[in-house]
């Protein structure tokens, strides 16, 4: 098979066995998993993160968190983004651009500035301002099917994460610490990567915290 079957092959074989966690199973290894993405965050945003009132105002120069709203079978991360409301912490949500294939940023204070949006996934309400300023983000919490154990990386075949990672690199900016949930039976011996494939910083599951180069 050559790269792309690989990966087709491989995006089959992992979601059929995430699909396949019983809820009582999900639940005990999400809060696993949350636990050690929510120990990332305290180290990137050591600063705001002895906020603890709710009344915090997001201040966007403080660092922000880029994330996503799960979707299907993904491990709930949503925990975090309330980590970082309650914190005053900056929250980032992408809008997805079919036709560009990219994907706008809006800052969310709650779940009231969600809407449905495309593939059924919850994206920020169009009438949010977009923010441009990527210097901001301070780390970035990615989706993802399957992870190996030199923290590659393979996504859904959309290129969306690939193409935004590279961004900094192209616009000269220190790249955030980029940071992946998932559960233990996402972890496979090698996922084939092409030259556009990034490494996540941190792979985070229930029984393990994987970081390269010594992030």
């Given at each position: 098979?050559?790269?792309?079957?690989?990966?087709?092959?491989?995006?089959?074989?992992?979601?059929?066995?995430?699909?396949?966690?019983?809820?009582?199973?999900?639940?005990?290894?999400?809060?696993?998993?949350?636990?050690?993405?929510?120990?990332?965050?305290?180290?990137?945003?050591?600063?705001?993160?002895?906020?603890?009132?709710?009344?915090?105002?997001?201040?966007?120069?403080?660092?922000?968190?880029?994330?996503?709203?799960?979707?299907?079978?993904?491990?709930?991360?949503?925990?975090?983004?309330?980590?970082?409301?309650?914190?005053?912490?900056?929250v980032?949500?992408?809008?997805?651009?079919?036709g560009?294939?990219?994907?706008?940023?809006?800052?969310?204070?709650?779940?009231?500035?969600?809407?449905?949006?495309?593939?059924?996934?919850?994206?920020?309400?169009?009438?949010?301002?977009?923010?441009?300023?990527?210097?901001?983000?301070r780390?970035?919490?990615?989706?993802?099917?399957?992870?190996?154990?030199?923290?590659?990386?393979?996504?859904?075949?959309?290129?969306?994460?690939d193409?935004?990672?590279?961004?900094?690199?192209?616009?000269?900016?220190?790249?955030?610490?980029?940071?992946?949930?998932?559960?233990?039976?996402?972890?496979?011996?090698?996922?084939?990567?092409?030259w556009?494939?990034?490494?996540?910083?941190?792979?985070?599951?229930?029984?393990?915290v994987?970081?390269?180069?010594?992030?």
């Amino acid at each position: 098979m050559n790269i792309k079957e690989r990966k087709i092959a491989l995006r089959k074989d992992v979601e059929t066995l995430r699909s396949g966690l019983s809820e009582s199973q999900r639940r005990e290894k999400e809060q696993l998993i949350n636990a050690g993405i929510l120990a990332q965050c305290e180290q990137v945003f050591a600063s705001r993160a002895i906020h603890t009132s709710q009344q915090a105002q997001p201040v966007l120069s403080d660092g922000a968190l880029f994330t996503y709203m799960p979707y299907r079978s993904e491990p709930d991360v949503t925990p975090v983004m309330e980590w970082c409301w309650e914190r005053g912490i900056c929250v980032l949500l992408p809008r997805v651009i079919k036709g560009t294939k990219d994907m706008q940023l809006h800052a969310v204070t709650s779940y009231n500035d969600l809407e449905t949006g495309a593939w059924g996934i919850r994206e920020p309400l169009t009438s949010l301002p977009q923010v441009n300023n990527l210097s901001s983000i301070r780390m970035i919490l990615v989706p993802g099917l399957a992870f190996d154990k030199r923290n590659g990386r393979l996504g859904y075949g959309g290129g969306f994460y690939d193409r935004f990672v590279r961004k900094f690199n192209d616009l000269k900016l220190t790249p955030p610490r980029v940071v992946a949930g998932a559960f233990d039976a996402q972890i496979v011996d090698e996922v084939p990567m092409s030259w556009h494939d990034f490494r996540i910083d941190c792979v985070i599951t229930e029984s393990s915290v994987r970081t390269i180069d010594g992030k």
